[in-house]
């Protein structure tokens, strides 16, 4: 793998390419569930006309008077949550995702523009456009959630939608795997990352989920070779390499730097021979959505920020169990505290 020495400066730390979701978050009682059909905890991917269905219902029921709440709607999506943590740590960030010209779109742009996140993606419109992706989570009384994602517009991410300037401008450019299932979308990373290595800069990949692992496992090796910053869990490197996690630790030897995460047990940092135990901080455990998430957002933070792996591990480590210990996939407290007390 050879690189270019960057040419210029960089105007952005992180550089994320993911599937751009409007997480919407309601109350829900175990009535409304049954009255939808929808099985308590489960996660469902539901068509454009269930969605709107869903969206309605949900809407409506807020405005009742007397609801005593309403909807909480923000710019969601795996690779979107790390970019809002990064920023909220100080890194200056910039996301690629495709949205609808419409109130949902609007709703993403919004919310991850106040999060300090540039994104200068164009709308979906026209009379074949999909509608802006979106996850809504039903919560349950006792705590569970029923997630139905609708993916939409997010789907649509294409070589178009890759802004050359963007990438060349970023440290660090950031690929989510959710979004690999299309082959234009992996049309779209290929060139994501010939541009980023043409320019000098790092290509970082997470693998997101073990399923995504099991459906393009020849095509996330072959991506490899341009990729600098490996982001996986110990189920998905398994998937990815069909071995134990020993196993998997020696596949991802040859890379830059691979990060293997392992929940409890912490994390594994390989980088030229060496091996960098990383242990999980003492926390609450709450809800450990987001906490994959969190992690690669402290490790690119701290990576762009000139940390060494080991700090920039723990600094992953402190913003992931900020993350778990309440509900949610973005932080609550001020993330650079909670680095500096995990520092201390």
């Known amino acids: 793998m050879t690189q270019t020495t960057p040419s210029s400066p960089a105007r952005f730390d992180l550089l994320g390419l993911g599937n751009a979701i409007v997480d919407v978050l309601a109350p829900a009682s175990v009535e409304t569930l049954a009255e939808y059909g929808m099985i308590p905890g ?11 269905l869903l969206y309605a219902a ?8 007397g609801a005593g709440h309403a909807l909480a709607q923000s710019s969601g999506g795996s690779v979107a949550n790390s970019c809002v943590a990064a920023a909220a740590l100080g890194a200056r960030v910039a996301y690629l995702g495709t949205v609808a010209e419409d109130s949902l779109g609007d709703i993403f742009a919004d919310d991850i523009a ?15 456009a999909r509608g802006t992706a979106r996850c809504m989570i039903l919560v349950a009384p006792d705590g569970s959630r029923t997630m139905n994602t609708y993916l939409g517009a997010c789907t ?21 795997g959710y979004l690999f299932d299309d082959p234009a979308a992996k049309a779209a990373f290929r ?15 997470s693998i997101s989920d073990p399923f995504c692992a099991d459906r393009h496992r020849a095509d996330f090796r072959a991506l490899l070779a341009d990729v600098d910053i490996l982001f996986a869990n110990e189920l998905e ?18 890379l830059p730097v691979a990060v293997l995460t392992r929940g409890p047990l912490g994390s594994v940092i390989l980088s030229a021979g060496e091996r960098i135990e990383i242990p999980a901080l003492p ?30 591990g723990l600094t992953a480590a402190a913003c992931a169990a900020e993350v778990i210990s309440h509900y949610g996939a973005r932080p609550e407290r001020d993330l650079r505290a909670e680095v500096a007390a995990a520092m201390a």
């Open 42 to 52: 489960a996660m469902n991917l539901i068509d454009a006309e269930r969605a709107e």
């Open 237 to 254: 490197a398994e998937s990815l390499f069909q071995t134990d996690f020993e196993g998997a630790v020696r596949a991802v030897a040859s």
């Open 58 to 65: 949900l809407r409506e029921m807020a405005a009742r008077p």
């Open 191 to 205: 060139k994501a990352a010939r541009i980023a290595r043409q320019a000098g800069r790092r290509v970082a990949l």
């Open 283 to 312: 926390t609450e455990v709450v809800d450990t959505t987001g906490a994959g998430d969190a992690y690669a957002a402290g490790f690119l933070a701290g990576l762009a920020a000139g940390r060494s792996l080991r700090d920039c």
């Open 156 to 176: 649509a991410f294409t070589e178009a939608q890759v802004d050359e300037d963007i990438v060349r401008a970023s440290a660090i450019i950031y690929l989510e």
């Open 114 to 128: 106040r999060a300090g996140v540039h994104f200068p993606s164009a709308r979906l419109s026209g009379a074949d």
